[in-house]
């Protein structure tokens, strides 16, 4: 089985402020791990992804994730946020096996950055 | 290229009927997946179609049903509406299944159940 946790409901961060989105997953064998991004009344975003080397990846418009396997976390983050940062953030994960394309999200986190 | 599509953008029905959405996938994907996303639920997989075979299956009711066609265009279906079936329908696209790539998402259907 694989599934994800998001703790927090809301994240509130100040404009040009650092932002992180936490997540852990579980998975039984190897995972592939995405962020997306959802504004209102749209549907997800793809930001970034981690298959596989290096334990830092980077994405669209800023975003970077660090892929722990020890603590099983795949944190979401970024630099200096902006306003329009402000959004609905899921974690999502798969088992890494041939076949599966079925995505596990967790409940999501609102962004919101405050001016 | 053009993105994932799906129609209509917005449904109203009332218990009882059934309804048909459809997903137009990113050209040359060929795996569609559908996600049902509500706010207490949040974003539950529905089923996966590659190649015209259901392949991935989450824990719906057999009222939740779809099918996939030749061009790679998929169907949903939900038979017998009940209330708690409003939610928005996501339909997500990939060139092939088990491999990494990632999803891309269309804008979704509206469903509201009165």
């Known amino acids: 089985a694989q599934s994800v946790a998001q703790p927090e409901d809301q994240v509130n961060v100040a404009e040009g402020n650092p932002l992180t989105v936490k997540c852990t997953y579980s998975v039984s064998g190897n995972p592939y791990l995405f962020w997306y991004v959802q504004y209102p009344n749209r549907g997800l975003q793809f930001l970034l992804k981690y298959i596989t080397g290096d334990n830092l990846v980077k994405g669209s418009y800023g975003f970077e994730a660090e892929f722990n396997k020890s603590q099983t976390s795949f944190h979401l983050k970024k630099p200096s946020a902006l306003v329009s940062d402000s959004a609905l953030y899921f974690c999502a994960v798969r088992e890494s096996h041939y076949g599966n394309n079925r995505l596990a999200f967790g409940k999501g986190n609102q962004v919101v950055v405050i001016p | 290229k053009a993105g994932v599509t799906q129609t209509p953008r917005y449904l109203i029905k009332t218990r009882g009927q059934q309804v048909t959405l459809s997903c137009s996938p990113i050209s040359g994907h060929r795996s569609v997946s559908w996600y049902q996303q509500t706010p207490g639920q949040g974003l539950q997989f529905l089923f996966e179609?590659?190649?015209?075979?259901?392949?991935n299956k989450g824990n719906f009711p057999g009222r939740f049903s779809g099918r996939q066609f030749s061009n790679s265009r998929s169907e949903m279906n939900v038979s017998t509406l009940e209330l708690g079936d409003s939610a928005l329908y996501l339909c997500a696209s990939s060139p092939g299944g088990g491999d990494h790539n990632e999803q891309f998402f269309g804008p979704g259907t509206r469903l509201t159940v009165l």
């Open positions: 179609y590659f190649s015209e075979t259901q392949r």
